[in-house]
């Protein structure tokens, strides 16, 4: 099902039909072909695979393996386990690691074997000529798990003391990121890794990962549920049960707790600008919200009328606390209004996450947590000479005594919002949502 390569292929020979042989006839087939293939990409559904990280240590194993750490490409819908058993008959004496932690020398130059395998996240490279456009999901799918080199695998380590009260305070994060000799997918299913890189992902980097990847799953399911309506509601239900319901979800509060304090801010001060971003995220996930449980009461059922109730006062109470702590966000109707195809279907618009949180507009409630007291002045919005925004257009509140003093501090906070998202949402999307008409 790699529809997209054998549209590469088909353009090839297509040349050739029509400017060196002339077989016209021919030419007209193969467009047909290649019209199935265009129609496959956008309605057909395709399983994405897992992909493996094996590491094989120890003396035990030949020279080509040895101290090696390899990506393989999983078959469609296989588990961990089966991939290990299957690894495990290859080496029927090796001996299975269970921590996902870099063997120490002992294990390296041990006379046994030892077999390392965990699973690894993908790093979508898309296309420069995708980037920041209206593409549909169905198309960027495709690279979500194909054309790609890099992978990722993240660990939690916790530094000093564990807080009973909030373990996110001290909750760091080891990501590891594996780029391997060739891309997926290739000649073989499997490649050996050539370059490793590590990083450490602090707490609050890790609170804000962590809300962009929760937005973009509400974003997702909720474009797939625009696009197929007869997909089942179940998969919705949970997750917004998940986010909204007081009892189950504890994110904003552990956030609240850990991070928006002044004691937080004092020791500091340079995350000032992070926690502003975390609280936009935050707020972003409302309207995400809203269009989720709107299309949730569409396909409600009578099973589903208590939950929907639920869900619906949970989310006027967490809506009413989230827009007076941390504003009132407001996607453009640019990006919201549905594009029509000639067929007839909706192309789902799919642009940076960075650009939608941008163009988004926050108003900012009165009543806030204590810190955003020390924010610096508003930016304003400077359109570039595509005439697209530059600046986020978040209103940031300062008092007036204030104001005059921190203006110069206003280029070195752009900076650092900059750094963070090149680091943070250089590689993932959002996906932006169709409101309905």
Known sequence: EMWEKAIQLSKELADMYENKIFDYEGLGNL?????????????AMRPQPEYFAVGY?????PSFLRNK?????GKEYERREDFNLKLLTQFPSAEKMTSTAPPGEEIKSSP??????????????LPPNYKDKPVPEQILNYYRANEVQQFTHSRPVRKGEKDPDNEFANMWIERTTYTTAYSFPGILKWFEVKQITTEEISPLENAIETMELTNEKISNIVQQHIWDR????????????????????????NYEKAFFTEKYLQEHPEDQDKIELLKQLIALQMPLLAEGIRIHGEKLTEQLKPLHDRLTACFKELKKKVEKQYGVITLPPSLTERKQSRSGSVVLPYIMSSTLRRLSVTSVASSVVSTSSTSSDSTSSRPGSDGSILEPLLERR?????????????????NRISKLKRKEWSISKSQVIVEKE
């Not at 240590?57 to 194993?61: K, T, V």
């Not at 046994?112 to 490279?125: A, E």
């Open 31 to 43: 467009l047909k072909k290649r019209a199935t293939f265009y129609e496959n990409i956008m309605k």
């Open 57 to 61: 240590y120890g003396q035990g194993f």
């Open 69 to 73: 750490i390899f990506i393989y490409r």
């Open 112 to 125: 046994k074997q030892y077999v390392q395998c965990f699973i690894v996240k993908p790093v979508m490279n």
């Open 230 to 253: 007869s997909l089942p509601v179940h998969p919705l239900s949970m997750l917004l049960n998940g986010i909204v319901d007081p009892a189950v979800m504890g994110g904003y509060t």
């Open 398 to 414: 300062v008092s007036t005594a204030s104001r005059a003093e921190e203006l110069p501090m206003k280029d070195d906070g752009d």
